[in-house]
């Protein structure tokens, strides 16, 4: 004979399962029916539930979080199309004729963050709510977040030879930099996308002799060696992070051999010391 003690455990057990699970989504579906969001409780009438009612409860709320997730999906995949544009833009400065048309390039770039920028104001009402709902959803957007973070910070190196702030990058983005605000850049994305940078500024730098530009690997250094510096002041808790930081050491590495080449040969020449030879 069963033990009614044993089916009221379950039961109980069942019903917490489907409190949290209730919490955590139903403000998903309040979202989509644009109706205001409230706390979920059960009731009289859910304790009087069979089991197969209870799950089948549960599925929808499961399905309502898929078709999130899914509505997710294809902002992203629209934002990934437009970085892989600016990438390509931004790309061919590493080719001997691309450093005459710098000015050029980054000006097509940021026609193209005009993209991103309406790309994200189609969905930020959206994302802005999913963002907030404890980083559930934050690996959905947080690859392409940081790719454009580092195409941001490279456009703005080579308009000025300066580092982006993270100010600045939402402004690119149109986003914001508080997460009360709405859909935000999150420190980390925007850390990640700097160290990104650093790496293709010490391609750069390699390219730069190739095109006869002595002086450019220089600045880049000076430059390079600054940020590693910024860096060191951060204790990095990240891991994926604090991996990406340990390459830096090897860019800071590359750009002094490119340097060093140059100094041993007579071409490298103090930024501001006038023409290169």
């Known amino acids: 004979m069963e033990d009614p003690n044993r089916r009221s455990s379950e039961r109980t ?34 304790e009087n539930m069979s089991v ?7 599925q929808g709320f499961l399905s309502a979080d898929q078709d999130v997730r899914e509505d997710i999906r294809k902002v992203v995949q629209g934002l990934e199309q437009t970085a892989r544009e600016i990438l390509t833009v931004l790309q061919s400065v590493h080719q001997a004729s691309g450093f005459k048309d710098i000015p050029s390039k ?27 709902s404890n980083y559930r959803f934050h690996e959905h957007w947080r690859f392409v977040l940081q790719r454009l973070a580092f195409l941001a ?11 982006v702030t993270r100010e600045e990058v939402t402004q690119i983005l149109g986003i914001e930099v508080n997460r009360e605000k709405g859909f935000h850049l999150d420190i980390e994305d925007y850390l990640s996308g700097v160290l990104t940078m650093a790496s293709e500024l010490s391609r750069l730098a390699v390219n730069s002799v190739t095109a006869g530009d002595y002086s450019r690997p220089l600045r880049i250094s000076n ?12 204790n990095l808790k990240n891991d994926p992070l604090r991996k990406r ?7 800071v590495k590359k750009i002094e051999e490119v340097v060093y080449d140059l100094s041993i040969r007579g071409l490298a020449r103090e930024p501001g010391s006038g023409g290169e030879e």
């Not at 910070?153 to 308009?159: H, I, K, N, R, S």
């Open 223 to 234: 430059f390079i060696n600054e940020l590693d510096s910024g860096f060191r002041l951060l």
């Open 245 to 251: 930081y340990d390459g830096l050491k090897y860019d």
């Open 13 to 46: 057990v069942l019903l917490k399962m489907l409190k949290d699970s209730a919490h955590r989504i139903h403000t998903v579906l309040s979202i989509s029916t644009n109706s205001a969001p409230s706390v979920w409780f059960p009731t009289r009438a859910t």
């Open 52 to 58: 197969n009612e209870m799950f089948s409860g549960i």
């Open 106 to 132: 980054c000006q097509r770039g940021r026609e193209l963050f005009c993209t991103v920028r309406s790309h994200l104001g189609d969905s930020c009402r959206t994302i802005s709510f999913l963002q907030s």
């Open 153 to 163: 910070a490279f456009v703005v190196y080579l308009e000025s030879e300066t580092l």
